[in-house]
């Protein structure tokens, strides 16, 4: 019997980390008892790291480096918008806060605040990570066919 490789539709359980150039851990599953599972396609993974791990098999390990555009995209100026302060009278505002907004068809889209000035504030619209070039490791630990 041959063993399962990764394919849009797989079944995949795996062991992830996400880290910064500089060492940073975003994100990592690795210390956790229970590793998650997931279906390549099904939308949990961004498709440039699904792209990564297609065609790995079970006890494969990888370490991928994916520039911005192959993560999450370079930081955009005009996801930076600029509101009005009294627009958020009664928050207490500081820099790094999420805010929940909503957009034109009804969505709900997280805002950081960027900047806060006298009368107005900044707040970007861009994913946190952004323009930064992420170290996506990997550990296959069951593939199911599709």
């Not at 590793?35 to 498709?47: C, E, K, Q, R």
């Not at 500081?94 to 969505?107: K, P, Y």
């Not at 900044?122 to 070039?133: E, K, S, V």
């Amino acid at each position: 019997m041959t063993q399962a490789l990764i394919q849009t539709g797989s079944r995949v359980c795996l062991h992830f980390a996400l880290e910064l150039e500089d060492g940073q851990v975003i994100d990592s599953t690795f210390a956790q008892a229970q590793a998650p599972t997931l279906v390549i396609g099904d939308g949990n993974l961004p498709p440039s790291f699904e792209t990564c791990l297609e065609g790995m098999g079970a006890g494969q390990e990888a370490t991928y480096t994916l520039p911005p555009e192959q993560a999450f995209g370079q930081h955009n100026p005009s996801n930076v918008q600029r509101f009005a302060k009294d627009q958020f009278a009664g928050q207490d505002l500081e820099r790094g806060l999420v805010l929940s907004f909503t957009d034109a068809s009804g969505s709900e889209l997280p805002g950081v605040v960027a900047q806060i000035q006298e009368k107005s504030v900044l707040i970007d619209f861009n994913h946190p990570l952004a323009g930064r070039t992420l170290i996506f490791k990997v550990k296959i630990l069951h593939v199911e066919a599709p």
